[in-house]
């Protein structure tokens, strides 16, 4: 069995492609049914490493690991607020807090291209290496794809590479199937 930190990233079948898998494989360490892959500061900081956002001998402490799971679930509440066409004033508000403690500054690369990076070292860098990911993906449109699976118990994102748009369950074959059985029900309970 797995160490606590060691999980594999849960990307599903319906991986987001380059670096955004990390935003996505970040926002599934956790899921509706209260599963927690980050339940203490040393698997955040191994979960960091691994995608070589922080050194691995970085010391992170309790505050860290709150911050973290906020900004995560931010992003979750951030995508499934987009999908249902709410706004969701508190996520905004905590990712805004996060990009400043993250010290966001815009930096430019040898080929005169600009980029959002974060100044600040350690736990609020690495979450600030994160924001920028997203802010990437939301000018490039790849942050519309990123969804949250309709199932609430489920919660799962996925990257829904349908034409439209139209993707609302991680897995139809499961949780989509789920949601019919459960309408079944219902409509048969009224019926019956
Ligand atoms: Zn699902």
Known sequence: MDKPGTVADRLGDKPADGKLRIVHAFMNTRNGDGREDLPNP?????????????????????????????????????????QSGRQDIDAIETLNRAA????????FDADGRGQVRPLAPAS??????????????MNDGTWD??????????AFAFYDRSKNHSGT??????????????SFRARHAKHG
Do not use: P, Y
């Not at 690495?126 to 993906?137: K, R």
């Open 169 to 182: 369950w991680c897995d139809i074959a499961v949780c989509g199937n789920v949601a019919k059985a459960r």
């Open 100 to 107: 400043r403690r993250a010290q966001m500054a815009v930096t």
């Open 42 to 82: 040393d698997a955040l900081r191994d979960w960091l490493a691994r995608h070589e956002l922080i050194s691995a001998r970085a010391r992170l402490n309790n505050a860290d690991l709150e911050q973290a799971r906020s900004v995560r679930d931010a992003l979750v509440r951030l995508s499934a607020a987009r």
């Open 145 to 154: 794809r990123l969804k949250i699976c309709r199932d609430a118990s489920c």
């Open 124 to 137: 609020d860098g690495a979450l600030g290496s994160i924001i920028a990911i997203v802010f990437e993906a």
